[in-house]
């Protein structure tokens, strides 16, 4: 079953990798790459993982620890990082979110489902479970985390034996502090109903009293260790106020980005009243807290806790569909203001995000589809006419018409359907046609290009001439939080202790007296007035060099090579 589901599924998990690939890949020797922020951030990560878990260093800054918190994908990448041509963030934005298609085309495939179960809405519905498809590159723990939903309805839908219920939740709540620990909030709240089935024993009462706490804390332990200053950056702020602002403004300027978070505020509330009417009050619960969460604290989002909602509900309507007229009514709203939501906030552009979108559909449909040729040729025929109208330029009216398509389908025969998959597989073509004599078709274009290739050359041969006991200065710092100042984790990339390049991510975030020192200390060695030993005196170096994108260099600094951007050179100690 779940091999069936995978080969049904194979066409949009192969065009939801590439086109996140496509996007968000890395520098090469020859091409230039839009990469930035916790995509780059993630394949640092994977690097300092690579050559150290205790310490976990950060090479971006020395003399600093990362944080093991969502550190799954950092030790699976680590691990796959020695078959020869992995590209650290292709395996992040190509092969985790393959890895994400085939768990739920295997998970969907073995799950129970109902034959009146509203399989086109809860397709749509789907893609609301992430908050955007690019959020799969730029934040691949939830890769990881997202399959975690399958075994959480289980514990929310089935009554296991004690022992059995124990040693679940102790495995998922490991799971996700190991991927998305955020979404340990939901699932505590899940568990807690849960319990609400079992009749404890005074015994059991004291075990589970001594037991979660100890776990709680061992669990923020080992992934907050050193990292403390994670919890001081967080900000409140109530987002509403700004979902409703954006709805507004559409009055004045059409703006998709400015519309999504009123989009996805109004289906989170639909799906809310379906949760209600429905008596799922578990869900309801958490979905609660993960909305107030999410409204009032900035820095760090609960997204993954919403999504994880939208996915457990998904395999609940599977199995237990709703026959009331109204429930699949609010059921159908809350997925399509999700769906359009997910899509209109991705910020890889409403080309590239249509195309990410129907493939995360496909992908659900195709695993949950009746096992037909026809039903298969159908879904692929409708979905491949909408990518082709997006990259031809035209998605905002292919996903309203897809969307609609999908609400008539449901109830519409299937010879009407086939006509209309026809229909629309020509016009989609036609468009194709016409856009490609135009050079227009194509997923999107960025404004701005942030890693070159010469990013690649002079970094791959810092890391061929640079020894691992090395200590690299570059001048692509700063106080600013940018792609090429606070927030520049690329160097990392080479797998070499950088002094100081990225800090966003750090404890240098909120020590801000450590960092403009660590900048002034930087400078001043660049310029050859303080020596590199000087900069970093609790570690010995063997040798020190220098990344820099001006060719005027102090007498004491040795060429090692030099491209059109970046000059490296060795520090005479």
Known sequence: LASAAVARGLAAILGLATTLGFFLHGPTASVDSNAFGDVVWYAAKLESAR??????????AAGVDLWRAEIGP???GATVSYVPKIDPLLFHTSLLPAFLGTSLCCGLALSPIAPAAPRLRVAVLAVGMTAYASWFAESPPVTLALPLAFAV???????LPKRWFAIAVAAIAVD?????GLALVPFGILVAFALRRYELTPRERRVLAVSVPLLVAALLAATLANSWWVLQAASLHFSPVDALRG????????????????????????????????????LLAALAVSLVWSWTILE????????????????????????????LVLFGAAAGCLALGAWFRDFAGIRAAFVESACLAAIVLGAIAPRRLGYLVRL????????????????????????????AASVAPPRLVAATAAALLA?????????????????????????????????????KVVPADGLVFTDETGNEVQATSGNNYYPAIAGRQVYLAGWYQSRLREETSDRERRLRLSALVLEGKVSPRRADPTRRYASYYAVVTGRDHPPSFRRLYANDRFALYRIAQ
């Open 51 to 60: 050559r150290s878990l205790f310490p976990l260093r950060d090479l971006s």
């Open 74 to 76: 950092s030790l699976v």
């Open 153 to 159: 309805a289980e514990l929310v839908d089935r009554p």
């Open 176 to 180: 996700l502090a190991l991927t998305k």
């Open 247 to 282: 709805l507004r403004s559409q009055l004045d300027t059409r703006s998709t980005i400015r519309a999504a978070p009123g989009l996805q505020l109004a289906g989170y509330l639909l799906l809310g009243g379906f949760l209600w009417r429905t008596r799922r009050i578990s």
């Open 300 to 327: 760090y989002s609960i997204e993954i806790g919403l999504g994880t909602i939208v996915l457990v509900t998904v395999l609940l309507v599977l199995r237990d569909p709703p026959a009331d007229r109204i429930d």
């Open 380 to 407: 692929y025929a409708i979905a491949g006419a909408g990518v082709l109208l997006a990259l031809s330029g035209h998605a905002l009216p292919a996903g309203l018409v897809l969307l609609a398509g999908a609400a």
């Open 427 to 463: 016009v989609g073509v036609a468009a194709a046609v016409r856009a490609g004599r135009a050079d227009d078709l194509r997923l999107g274009t960025y404004d701005t290009t942030i890693l070159t290739h010469e990013h690649y050359q002079v970094w791959h041969e810092v890391e």
